[in-house]
């Protein structure tokens, strides 16, 4: 019976030392960084939290883990504290904003004209494109001309995309011509090509006369005062 007793009392000890012991979770440091991040970041943002393997020497925290996020996106810092038994893990966080912008959907050819299986909506990081000019639609990219080689997923740019040619060289275009409420049409060719929202030089084979026109996507206009 002695011996019994010894040895539940040795049990109790090993199992009150186990106890102590026990240390914090990783995955639940990263859930409550996860939780805050997402709080405080934009909508739609993709949250990647660092390593949290720190948090394995820390004990067990005895109450809800408070996270306070500093810094300035995409990097950014949280700061994890346990108010008892007591201690602070600092944790790296990256917040990047996303948002769906037109991307090629598959190869495109230098110089093809943009097909509406060409391209498609994907969801980006605002990072990947910062400073650029992207297309958020489908709309005035039908017939544009790719700039360079495009490969699949490729973001879709001002600079990789160039609007499409409206008048070409040598054609002969129908010009409207303007003047206040007024507006005539009048054939004339055109010396250089055109995209949309270009002003080109355009020849009035009646007269010899040359004039610059407007290039929208009616065709080219010219504004008289």
Known sequence: MR???LGLAVACAAAGAA????TQDPAAVTAAVQSAAAQAAPADATITVGTVQGAAVMPACGAALGVEIT????YEQAVVRCPAPGWTLYVAVTVAATQLVEVAARPI???ASLAPADIRLQR?????Y???QV???ADGLIGAEATMNLPAGAILTATSIAAPTIVRAGQTATVTVTSGGVSVTVNAVADEAGRLGDTILMTNPSSGQRFHALVTAEGPVVHLQ
Not at 19 to 22: G, H, P, R, S, Y
Not at 124 to 128: D, L, S, Y
């Open 3 to 5: 011996r019994t007793l």
């Open 19 to 22: 106890a102590a012991e026990a």
């Open 71 to 74: 810094g300035v996106e995409p």
């Open 109 to 111: 050819a230098a110089g």
């Open 124 to 128: 980006e990081p605002v990072a990947a």
């Open 130 to 132: 910062a400073g650029r």
């Open 135 to 137: 297309f958020y639609a």
